[in-house]
Structures are given as structure tokens and as C-alpha cells.
């Protein structure tokens, strides 16, 4: 009480200051129980689906059970991704490998370096995670730092004379920094990053890359926090692998491209 009549008595400077605060107080508490709330979207998800609670078993639970329950989780989303025409991605954790599947049949795969999941994933009880990776997951967004279908500009020649100046043949070892990150469904982010930043230019592109990503969500969370709307959360995958694997695989995919995951 001696605090509000003494803040009263306060010029409107200091009383601004307390105000803003108290308002950025507010405003990293929203963030920092996001994850929570993550949490509970996906319990809701599960609670929702009455069919998935009568098929689900708790025996599914046990140490022994649940390493198959995962494993045909991720049979029944290969399944279902087979029905799609085009080339889609498949992330399996299991061995360790970003592959591309087109109508059920493996035709690339690529050994991951190393693989980063994000907290959310480690605490997430079982049956979260065969209700959201028993189906393949729509990419919402694609953000990269290469582009999806480089064009280069020819002018034909106007006499033979020219001819043998013009020509121009594509030089496979430039490799332009390559990142890239997938929005999926569910707020779900897989971010796919070159193994090796040796150059200034590999580094610079990268803070460029994850300072674009922090200032998106960053927005985003001002704009949830302006309108009282909940703080969205998106758990994070991070895979390393060749930079020519990882230039080959965002420019095969799709624009409205699916993914399996199975972590």
C-alpha cells in the first residue's frame, strides 16, 4: 500500500518507466510459459480424438512395447505418404538418415551428422507422439537462404563470331551457404543446415539466416502479446548434413510438400 501512494506522488517519467516494467514483465512471462501451453494444445489433441483413446492401449507404454508402437507409427505415415504423387522428405531418427520418397520408393538418402530436437520432444509422452507422426505433416512454409529453382540468363549469340563467346557451362563446385526451414503443421519447425561453415560468407548467411527466424517469431510474439492472443511455440529440429545433399533436397521437394518424422 505504501508503495502505490508513494509511486502516486511520482512525476509521470518514473510512472511511465514502472508502466513499462511492468508491461515487459508480462510480456516475457507470456513467452515463458509458451511451451507449457504447447504441451496442452497437444494433450487436447489427443483428448479430442476419441476414436485414437479407444485404439490406444496403455500397454503401448511399456519400455518393451513402446519402441514397436513407434516403429509402426512410422510404417502407417510411410504408407499414407505414398499416395502423394510428388517427391517428399522423410526424417528418420531412427538410423539416422533425411531421405526422399516418391510413391513409396526410396530414391535418396543422406546420412545426418547431427541432430538437435528441441526439449518438448524428450517430455512428450508416447501416445502425443504416435497421434502426431502417424501421418505425414503438410510444410505450411519454406524459408531458405538458396534459391528453390535458380534461373540464369542466356542471350544467343548474333553472328558464329559470338558463339564461342557466349557459351557458359554451369560450375558444379560453387556451392552458395545453404539453409533452410520447414513450417510445419502443429508449429512444428525442421531446420536443415550445411555440416561445415568454413568460410566468412557460410557464417555471415547463417546469423542472417537465424536472425530473420528470431525476428518472425519475435513479430509474431508482440503482435499475440498486443492483441492478448496466446504466445505460439514452435518446437525445433535441427539437422546438419552436405551442403550439396541439402541444396538437392529443398530444390526436389515440392512447394506444398509433406514430411514424415520419426523421432
Given at each position: 500500500?505504501?508503495?502505490?501512494k508513494s509511486?502516486y506522488?511520482?512525476?509521470?517519467?518514473?510512472?511511465?518507466?514502472?508502466?513499462?516494467?511492468?508491461?515487459?514483465?508480462?510480456?516475457?512471462?507470456?513467452?515463458?510459459?509458451?511451451?507449457?501451453?504447447?504441451?496442452?494444445?497437444f494433450?487436447?489433441l489427443v483428448?479430442?480424438?476419441?476414436?485414437?483413446?479407444?485404439?490406444?492401449?496403455?500397454?503401448?507404454?511399456?519400455?518393451?512395447?513402446?519402441?514397436?508402437?513407434k516403429?509402426?507409427?512410422?510404417k502407417?505415415?510411410?504408407?499414407?505418404?505414398?499416395?502423394?504423387?510428388?517427391?517428399?522428405?522423410?526424417?528418420?531418427?531412427?538410423?539416422?538418415?533425411?531421405?526422399?520418397?516418391?510413391?513409396?520408393?526410396?530414391?535418396?538418402?543422406?546420412?545426418?551428422?547431427?541432430?538437435?530436437?528441441?526439449?518438448?520432444?524428450?517430455?512428450m509422452?508416447?501416445?502425443?507422439?504416435?497421434?502426431?507422426?502417424?501421418?505425414?505433416?503438410?510444410?505450411?512454409?519454406?524459408?531458405?537462404?538458396?534459391?528453390?529453382?535458380?534461373?540464369?540468363?542466356?542471350?544467343?549469340?548474333?553472328?558464329?563470331?559470338?558463339?564461342?563467346?557466349?557459351?557458359?557451362?554451369?560450375?558444379?563446385?560453387?556451392?552458395?551457404?545453404a539453409f533452410?526451414?520447414?513450417?510445419?503443421?502443429?508449429?512444428?519447425?525442421?531446420?536443415?543446415?550445411?555440416?561445415?561453415?568454413?568460410?566468412?560468407?557460410?557464417?555471415?548467411?547463417?546469423?542472417?539466416?537465424?536472425?530473420?527466424?528470431?525476428?518472425?517469431?519475435?513479430?509474431?510474439?508482440?503482435?499475440?502479446f498486443?492483441?492478448?492472443?496466446?504466445?505460439?511455440?514452435?518446437?525445433?529440429?535441427?539437422?546438419?548434413?552436405?551442403?550439396?545433399?541439402?541444396?538437392?533436397?529443398?530444390?526436389?521437394?515440392?512447394n506444398?510438400?509433406f514430411?514424415?518424422?520419426?523421432?
Open positions: 500500500m505504501n508503495f502505490v509511486l506522488r511520482q512525476n509521470w517519467k518514473i510512472k511511465l518507466l514502472y508502466l513499462s516494467l511492468a508491461i515487459l514483465f508480462l510480456f516475457f512471462v507470456s513467452l515463458a510459459i509458451a511451451p507449457a501451453l504447447k504441451m496442452r494444445e494433450k487436447s483428448n479430442s480424438d476419441s476414436l485414437f483413446i479407444q485404439r490406444y492401449d496403455p500397454v503401448f507404454n511399456h519400455p518393451e512395447m513402446s519402441p514397436l508402437v516403429e509402426k507409427a512410422f502407417e505415415a510411410l504408407l499414407k505418404l505414398a499416395e502423394h504423387d510428388s517427391i517428399q522428405m522423410v526424417l528418420d531418427g531412427s538410423d539416422s538418415t533425411v531421405n526422399l520418397y516418391l510413391k513409396g520408393v526410396r530414391i535418396h538418402q543422406v546420412p545426418i551428422e547431427a541432430l538437435k530436437k528441441d526439449k518438448l520432444f524428450k517430455h509422452p508416447l501416445n502425443q507422439k504416435v497421434m502426431l507422426f502417424s501421418q505425414p505433416l503438410s510444410v505450411q512454409s519454406q524459408t531458405a537462404t538458396i534459391e528453390k529453382e535458380p534461373v540464369v540468363v542466356r542471350y544467343a549469340p548474333k553472328n558464329e563470331q559470338e558463339a564461342p563467346l557466349t557459351a557458359w557451362q554451369p560450375d558444379t563446385l560453387i556451392q552458395n551457404p533452410v526451414c520447414f513450417s510445419m503443421d502443429h508449429g512444428i519447425q525442421i531446420i536443415l543446415e550445411q555440416t561445415n561453415n568454413l568460410t566468412l560468407q557460410d557464417k555471415w548467411q547463417k546469423f542472417k539466416f537465424h536472425t530473420q527466424l528470431k525476428w518472425i517469431h519475435t513479430n509474431r510474439a508482440i503482435f499475440n498486443v492483441r492478448l492472443k496466446k504466445q505460439e511455440y514452435h518446437p525445433v529440429i535441427t539437422i546438419k548434413i552436405p551442403v550439396d545433399d541439402l541444396q538437392a533436397i529443398y530444390r526436389a521437394l515440392p506444398e510438400a514430411m514424415v518424422i520419426n523421432i
